[in-house]
């Protein structure tokens, strides 16, 4: 049996295994079976995970994705499966603060679901921290979407029910103080459609699925569309759909993207450096590759 401690009426818990350790079948499935009920897991460590380490216990949830480094770009972190969620460049230095990357790095701290505008959704983010700032700056917030769409009144299910919303990854980027992307970038990261509205393969509950990334809905205008959407993100990041995860160096959180949204918080991010590393498990059973 896997041990572990609510950190959160609905939404999380911290799981007492060491995930760098080897571990057998039943303690995974004994993980996905927490997860199932609470979306949000916490492993705690003395000091930061290394990267092989978060990349082999990512690949015990399915496949992982892999990242094809931009021609004339450097990784800072050598694993292509590692997503820097960092605010440093190749060389550990801050980024700039009108930096592209840097701007459109800070579109995280809108609500928003890992991959979504990807035809092939993510199933679980494990997000590594090795360097944060200081005073418990920068706490990652989590909504349940599961608990957000039970809450929703009888007639509101019934007109969400048959909506398909379009992701767009730019859209998020620009709405986040980013640069408008070129026609060739744009082409390199086309919109992908969802349901508004899912069951959650684990729990069998139905789910919102949303994120900062919708750019519209099919068949309604776009201001209607606009509405919809910020009437329901609105409504699902209540404070009693949201948990606050305060880190510590060493923490490794895994969330359930079928079942949440998540934020990043603002901190001075021109001062104090932020090392976050992230893997992403996929839908399917094959490993995909997306650009950064």
């Known amino acids: 049996m896997v041990e572990a401690t609510a950190l959160h009426p609905i939404l999380a818990t911290e799981i007492h295994v060491d995930i760098r350790e080897p571990l057998i079948a039943a303690t995974i499935a004994g993980i996905v079976s927490i997860m199932d009920h609470s979306p949000v897991g916490v492993f705690r460590h003395e000091r930061p995970v290394s990267d092989g380490a978060h990349v082999a216990f990512s690949r015990r949830f399915g496949p992982v994705e892999r990242m094809k480094i931009p021609a004339g770009s450097a990784a800072r972190v050598p694993f292509p499966e590692i997503i820097d969620q960092s605010n440093l460049d190749a060389n550990g230095e801050i980024f700039p603060d009108d930096d592209k990357r840097m701007l459109y790095k800070r579109a995280n701290r809108l609500w928003h679901t890992d991959m979504s505008f ?5 199933t679980y983010s494990l997000l590594s921290a090795h360097v944060i700032p200081p005073d418990d700056a920068a706490p990652t917030e989590f909504a ?8 929703l009144p009888e007639v509101t299910k019934a007109q969400i029910e048959p909506l398909v919303a379009e992701h767009d990854y730019y859209y998020s980027r620009v709405i986040g103080g980013g640069p408008e992307p070129s026609i060739a970038e744009r082409s390199l990261r086309p919109p992908a459609k969802h349901r508004l509205v899912h069951v959650h393969p684990g729990s069998q509950r139905k789910s919102l699925y949303l994120a900062s990334h919708i750019s519209r809905i099919a068949g309604l205008s776009d201001a209607d569309s606009r509405s919809v959407i910020d009437k329901l993100m609105a409504f699902a990041t209540q404070p009693e759909f949201v948990y606050s995860h305060v880190w510590r160096v060493g923490d490794v959180v895994m969330w359930d993207n079928l079942a949440t ?6 901190f001075d991010d021109q001062q104090f450096r932020r090392d976050m590393r992230r893997t992403t498990v996929r839908e399917g059973d094959v490993a995909l590759e997306a650009m950064l």
Do not use: F, N
């Open 144 to 151: 349940d979407m599961r608990a957000a769409y039970d809450a």
């Open 118 to 122: 990807h035809a092939v959704r993510a």
């Open 261 to 266: 949204m998540h934020r990043a918080t603002p």
